[in-house]
Nanobody
Framework: QVQLVESGGGLVQPGGSLRLSCTAS????????MGWYRQAPGKERDLVAS???????NYADSVKGRFTISRDNAKNMVSLQMNSLTPEDTAVYYC????????????????WGQGTQVTVSS
């Protein structure tokens, strides 16, 4: 059973920083793209940033220059460093990962973490 466990959310003042981390555990063959999404109340879940196994990154326009995604393939971990936070960044943040569970099948499944709340407020 594959699990993604997130940590690092919380309350921060505008202009502050937070770092989110997400670790994949369980039995699997390989992890492909990993990413962070967020969902604010009453809104859809949107991509924040993604990263390939080789380190190629993609960011939403709203976070470019403020957020940095990184991964540690040896630890099956993806992180999101968030700087210069604004109230508009308030949301539940979810990590996801595209995972191939077995070596005999090329099938990939997208897994999601349980979500971590980020609140930016003075």
């Amino acid at each position: 059973q594959v699990q993604l466990v997130e940590s690092g959310g919380g309350l921060v003042q505008p202009g502050g920083s937070l770092r989110l981390s997400c670790t994949a555990s369980g039995s699997f063959f390989a992890i492909y793209d990993m990413g962070w999404y967020r969902q604010a109340p009453g809104k859809e879940r949107d991509l924040v940033a993604s990263i390939t196994p080789g380190g190629i990154t993609n960011y939403a326009d709203s976070v470019k220059g403020r957020f940095t995604i990184s991964r540690d393939n040896a630890k099956n971990m993806v992180s999101l460093q968030m700087n210069s936070l604004t109230p508009e960044d308030t949301a539940v943040y979810y990590c996801n990962a595209e995972i191939r569970q077995g070596s005999l099948s090329s099938r990939r499944t997208v897994y999601w973490g349980q979500g971590t709340q980020v609140t930016v407020s003075s």
